[in-house]
C-alpha cells in the first residue's frame, strides 16, 4: 500500500527526544522506497487561517527545517497538508510561494455544499495561489474509510456490478489518530483491504502525475475546513469550530493569542525570546481553541469535543509566553495577560460543571 502523510515537525522531533528511533527509521524507510510521501506543514499545527502572514511563513520554515534534520538536507515535500485541512486565500499564496506545487483540501470548499461536487477525475488549480488542487471525499473519509470502502466492494459483488466506478478514484483523508486511537481496527479491515486486488493505492504525487497531459480546470475555493458545513459556509463562518463569536472561552482565548502575537517583533531582542516563542507557538495549535468548541462528533466517529484540560494546556503556554519577557516595559501588557487568563480560567470551569461534566460519557 502507498500512502500520503502528514508528520508535523513538532511530533517528529518528540519522537525524537523519546527515542522512538526505530520508528522513525522505520519511516525513513517507506519514504525511500517510495511507499510513503510525506507534506509540508505547520511545526506546530497552528490553526493557518486565523494567525499573520508571517506567522504563517514562520511556522511552515520551520516545518521545513525539521523534516530536513530528519530525512536530508534536500528533504522537500511538493505537497502541502492544511492543519485541520483550513483553507483561506491569503494562506494559499504564502504555501505557494514558499515553493510548495499542491494541496488537498475537503470537497465542500469546491462550490461551498455537497450538491455541486468536483469531478475526482479531472484536475484542479487554485485560481486565487496557483496550487494544484486534490478534493477529498467526504463521503469516505467520515468514518473509518478501510470499512466504508470495503462496504462498497461488497455491495459491488452482491449487485453483480462496479459502484466504485462513480466513486474511482476514492480519496481519503482523516487524522492519522483514526487508525489506532479513535479506532483500533481489531478485525484488520486495513489488512483485508490490502489484499483487496482490485483497489489500487497512489500516493497524491503520483494521482496527480497521472493528469500531467491534461489541462487542470480553474477553481476558486471557498474559506473551509474538512469540518465545515453549507450553513457555516452560507453564514460566512468557515471556522466555527475554532472561532464562534458566541464561544466566550474561544473569544477570550484569541484576544490573548493576538496580545501574546502582537509583542513578536517589538521583543525580538528580549533574553528570553527563545521561550517566548516556545511556549507561543505551542499555545496557539489548534487544539486549544478546537477543545473549547463542545461540538458533537459521535455521528461521524469522533470525540465530543470538549477537554477543560487540553484547553488549559494551550491557555497556560499562551499566557507563559507573555510571561517570559524579561523586558521591564512588559509589566502592562503582562497585567493585561493574566486578566484574560483568569477570566478564561473561571469560563472554563464554570461551564465545565455546569453544562458538559459527565456529558461526554453518555
Known amino acids: 500500500m502507498k500512502f500520503t502523510a502528514n508528520f508535523s515537525g513538532c511530533l517528529l522531533d518528540r519522537l525524537a527526544d523519546e527515542k522512538e528511533t526505530s520508528f522513525l527509521d522505520r519511516l525513513k524507510f517507506l519514504v525511500k522506497k517510495g511507499r510513503l510521501e510525506l507534506t509540508g506543514s505547520a511545526a506546530y499545527h497552528g ?73 475526482f477525475n479531472s484536475p484542479y488549480i487554485d485560481s486565487n495561489s496557483g496550487l494544484r488542487v486534490i478534493f477529498r471525499n467526504r463521503q469516505f473519509s467520515s468514518a473509518y474509510p478501510p470499512d466504508k470502502i470495503l462496504a462498497t466492494i461488497k455491495q459491488s459483488a452482491e449487485r453483480k456490478r462496479s459502484l466504485l466506478a462513480k466513486e474511482s478514484p476514492i480519496i481519503t483523508a482523516t487524522d492519522a489518530e483514526l487508525y489506532g486511537l479513535r479506532h483500533e481496527d481489531p478485525t484488520g479491515e486495513i489488512e483485508k483491504l490490502a489484499k483487496q486486488r482490485m483497489i489500487k493505492t497512489m500516493t497524491m504525487s503520483q494521482f496527480l502525475k497521472s493528469f500531467e497531459r491534461q489541462k487542470p480546470n480553474q477553481v476558486n475555493l471557498a474559506s473551509s475546513s474538512w469540518e465545515s458545513s453549507p450553513a457555516d459556509l452560507a453564514a460566512k463562518k468557515p471556522y466555527l469550530l475554532w472561532i464562534n463569536k458566541n464561544n466566550k472561552i474561544q473569544t477570550y482565548l484569541w484576544r490573548l493569542a493576538n496580545l501574546a502575537l502582537s509583542l513578536r517583533d517589538k521583543y525580538k531582542k528580549d533574553k528570553n525570546v527563545y521561550w517566548y516563542r516556545w511556549h507561543l507557538v505551542r499555545g496557539l495549535a489548534s487544539c486549544t481553541f478546537w477543545w473549547a468548541s463542545a461540538h458533537d462528533f459521535k455521528p461521524v466517529f469522533g470525540p465530543y469535543a470538549w477537554s477543560p484540560d487540553e484547553i488549559e494546556r494551550g491557555l497556560e503556554d499562551l499566557v507563559r509566553s507573555v510571561r517570559s519577557l524579561s523586558e521591564p516595559r512588559t509589566k502592562k501588557v503582562k497585567l493585561e495577560a493574566e486578566n484574560y487568563y483568569l477570566k478564561i480560567k473561571k469560563l472554563i470551569w464554570e461551564e465545565h460543571w455546569r453544562k458538559h461534566w459527565h456529558k461526554q460519557y453518555e
Open 47 to 119: 490553526f493557518l487561517p486565523l494567525l499573520p502572514a508571517d506567522e504563517v511563513a514562520r511556522q511552515i520554515k520551520e516545518n521545513e527545517k525539521i523534516l530536513k534534520k530528519h530525512f536530508g538536507k534536500n528533504f522537500k515535500p511538493a505537497g502541502f497538508f492544511l492543519p485541520e485541512m483550513a483553507y483561506s486565500p491569503e494562506v494559499a499564496r504564502v504555501i505557494k510561494r514558499l515553493g510548495y506545487q499542491w494541496i488537498i483540501v475537503d470537497e465542500i470548499s469546491y462550490s461551498g455544499t455537497f450538491k455541486k461536487r468536483p469531478d
